[in-house]
């Protein structure tokens, strides 16, 4: 298995900032995800964060909104830009070897005024 | 669009009891399943996953695939209150998992 940290673990932000999210595994895993869960929903995929290139996006997702890096096989940022109070949610890293074993961070819990 | 449903509960049993929890995709093509279990504030955490037709057991976890009806389910064998959380069910389709919107179990002591 794989443990997952996320730091910061909570944040409030001022509509219009941005804040970034980062995503550290304690091994070295192929798959990468973002994903985010809304209050009362469950998860839905952001994007798969790819180790040396660019990030593919799910249909909603653009990469001007949350640009994503993966800089190597155990380290992903994930940026919320020009928040809006429809970004209050929880957004989740997940990681693991293959698609099928993916283990989450605690995630971090956005809260847009 | 591929989904994922689930009743979203609040399903309650009493301690001891058997919980049955289900699930259903549209997607023909998946072939892998997943529950993950989340309790309240906390991240989800993966306790099954179930790829060929029939039963899976792990304890006292027990899932079922039926593929032809496209069905997915998870008992859970005397239930503790401590399995009080919500369930989320997930399909595979391609490298994405597809998460239902999850069961409310609770489990009354």
């Known amino acids: 298995s794989a443990v997952i940290s996320q730091k910061p673990s909570r944040d409030i932000c001022q509509r219009g900032t941005s804040l970034t999210i980062q995503c550290q595994v304690d091994?070295?895993?192929?798959?990468m995800f973002w994903y985010r869960q809304q209050p009362g929903q469950s998860l839905t995929l952001i994007a798969t964060?790819?180790?040396?290139?660019?990030?593919?996006?799910e249909s909603g997702f653009v990469i001007d909104k949350f640009p994503i890096s993966r800089p190597n096989l155990t380290f992903s940022t994930l940026t919320v830009s020009n928040m809006s109070p429809e970004d209050s949610s929880i957004y989740l890293c997940?990681?693991?070897?293959?698609?099928?074993?993916?283990?989450f961070g605690p995630g971090t819990r956005l809260l847009v005024l | 669009q591929k989904e994922v449903e689930q009743n979203s509960g609040p399903l309650s049993v009493p301690e001891g009891a058997i919980a049955s929890l289900n699930c259903t995709y549209s997607d023909r093509v998946s072939q892998s399943f997943f529950w993950y279990r989340q309790y309240s504030g906390k991240s989800p955490e993966l306790i099954m996953s179930?790829?060929?037709?029939g039963d899976k057991e792990d304890g006292r976890f027990t899932a079922q695939l039926n593929k032809a009806s496209q069905y997915v389910s998870l008992l859970i064998r005397d239930s503790q209150p401590s399995d009080s959380a919500t369930y989320l069910c997930?399909?595979?389709?391609?490298?994405?998992?597809?998460f239902g919107k999850g069961t409310s179990l609770l489990v009354t002591p």
């Open positions: 997940s990681g693991g070897q293959a698609q099928e074993t993916q283990y």
């Open positions: 179930i790829y060929s037709n």
């Open positions: 091994s070295q895993v192929t798959m």
């Open positions: 997930a399909a595979l389709s391609g490298y994405a998992l597809n």
């Open positions: 964060a790819n180790q040396g290139s660019e990030a593919t996006y």
